[in-house]
């Protein structure tokens, strides 16, 4: 089946600083990914489409300097929250799609 | 029984028992659906899906129900076990979207053993 990992699968930091996380596809190449959050006992919240060697798509309400989508190859999208606040700690995980949607494990974001 | 939470409704059933999760989606023109399931601290998993041209479909010890009348999913577990438990969260997928995925819910299963 369709593997995909996400790195780290948690992390903790302080507020101000910069938090980089990779969604890999490992047996198939993915030109579409996406980025969804979760807060605890509540559903998941697409955040944005990730699509290798262009811009990503961003729903609506979701800051895009805030969340910068870097797709650079086929097997690789990485989320970076800037900036992080404690308001920005979630569960964040990724998709990519082969046939459908196949998810990560999720990253579990803390903020201090 | 069910019952509603802050966030998420429940479903208690026993061991052995059926257990029938409801969703209603919001978007007519979608024309997929999936139920994932995700335990807890994990990724959602894959269950079972259906296209809007089926009314039913079954895997094993699940099925899926569509009824697009009244825009609502149905995921029915036979014979439920403690493994079982966890969140279940349907999905549509809109019609021409890139195949970008909109998140019911969620109810969270517990099975009594």
């Known amino acids: 089946g369709a593997v995909v990992s996400q790195h780290p699968s948690w992390v903790i930091c302080k507020s101000g600083t910069s938090v980089k996380i990779e969604c890999r596809s490992l047996d198939f190449q993915a030109t579409t990914m996406f980025w969804y959050r979760q807060f605890p006992k509540q559903s998941l919240m697409l955040m944005a489409t990730?699509?290798?060697?262009?811009?990503?798509?961003?729903e609506q309400g979701v800051e895009k300097d805030k969340f910068l989508i870097n797709h650079a190859s086929l097997t690789l999208s990485t989320l970076t929250v800037t900036s992080a606040h404690p308001e920005d700690s979630s569960f964040y995980i990724c998709?990519?799609?082969?046939?459908?949607?196949?998810f990560g494990p999720g990253t579990r974001l803390t903020v201090l | 029984g069910e019952s509603v939470g802050l966030h998420l409704p429940t479903l208690s059933v026993q061991e052995g028992d059926n257990s029938i999760i409801n969703c209603a989606y919001s978007n007519s023109a979608s024309d997929y659906f999936i139920w994932y399931k995700q335990e807890s601290g994990k990724g959602p998993q894959f269950i079972i899906d259906?296209?809007?041209?089926?009314d039913k479909r079954q895997g094993q010890r699940v099925t899926v129900l569509l009824n697009k009348t009244v825009k609502h999913l149905s995921l029915q577990i036979a014979a439920t076990q403690p493994g079982d438990s966890a969140v279940y969260f349907c999905a549509e997928s809109p019609y021409n979207q890139g195949g970008k995925l909109i998140f019911g819910q969620g109810t969270e299963l517990s099975v009594k053993p």
């Open positions: 259906i296209r809007s041209n089926m």
């Open positions: 990730s699509n290798e060697g262009s811009k990503a798509t961003y």
């Open positions: 998709s990519a799609i082969r046939g459908g949607q196949f």
